[in-house]
């Protein structure tokens, strides 16, 4: 089982660090190799994501990614920014289904900016597009306007683009993965205004038809996000483009208690995976030795799930991370009265305790 470790900046390298604490108490047969990518690849290589950082990824079973960025790359050129690296990896890896589960551990009913009845038991799973869309669409840049508004004057354009074979597949993803839940799919566009999305739709209804046994219904993006904080155990199973789901994901994540708790999985049709926290690289956080490390360990257990065909190992590591929580022990970004507010690492030695 050879897994590529790529930290990153900012609080990527803490949380990894913990992550793989977890996984060598596992005493399974890991081959881990580590690389640089992102902002600290730029310094040492001069570009984000090395052609050796590349080639270790693409040769590994499965990727442990923390995160990359910072403000003080926001002026380089864009292809040199640290966030092309996850970018690179996603496309040059063909991670198109990002899995996002949204779940609220009972310990952390509290933790939500919710109200607890509205999210107690709440498990959702977000599936985001990850490759297309207006992430990735073509044309895209800057000139000088020929017609619209103001001709003449400087503006920027991005291309929001989706083919039906993209959108097949990631339908068929989630059809499939809400056969294993409560059969349910809620299928996220903006069909009223963008022709990208009215397309998503009917692609979305086509192949729906041939799982008669899941119940489909769309919904525009803003209804989404504002039935997602007025009602979120109404969901099932998400599925919905690159950049809606981006957003999504980060709104749900606050359903859990925090963004450090969300993990992510991103497959590509080898069932290859990168996986990570779904937040970022945290500069406001980066180096205090704060951050929640649990979004990454969940993240590592559904590396254990997805890629490394064990089961049982992903099963004790979420066991433990519920233990810990019923221990009452918490990161700042999920402290309240009466819990013990613990740092980066001291969670991720419990949560090795927690494993027995
Ligand atoms: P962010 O997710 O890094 O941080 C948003 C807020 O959440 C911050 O207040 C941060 O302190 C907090 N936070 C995030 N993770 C946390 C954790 N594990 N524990 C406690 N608090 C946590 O988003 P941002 O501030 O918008 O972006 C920062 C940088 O990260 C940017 O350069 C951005 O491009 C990058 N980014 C990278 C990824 C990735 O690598 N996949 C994802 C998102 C953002
Ligand atoms: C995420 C991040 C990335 C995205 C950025 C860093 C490119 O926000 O993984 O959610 O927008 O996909
Ligand atoms: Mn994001």
Redesign the pocket.
Known sequence: MKIAVLP?D??GTE?VAEAIKVLDALDLPFEMESALVGGTAFEAHGHPLPESTLKLAKEADAIL?G?????KYDKLDRPLR??QA?LGLRKNLGLFANFRPAICYEQLVGASSLKPELIAGLDILIIRELTGDIYFGQPRGRRVAADGHFPGAEEAFDTMRYSKPEIERIAHVAFQAARKRSKRVTSVDKANVLETFQFWKDVMTEVGQQYPDVALDHMYVDNAAMQLVKAPKAFDVIVTGNMFGDILSDEASMLTG???MLPSASLNAKNQGLY??????????AGKG????L?TILSAAMMLRFSLNQEAAAQRIETAVQSVLGQGLR???IFSAGTTKVGTAEMGDAVVKALG
């Open positions: 990153g900012g609080i949380i990614f995160a990359v960025g910072d403000w640290p966030e996850i925090s963004i450090g990570e926290p779904s937040h970022g690289s945290a500069p406001d956080i704060v951050a929640n490390p979004a990161t700042p970004d």
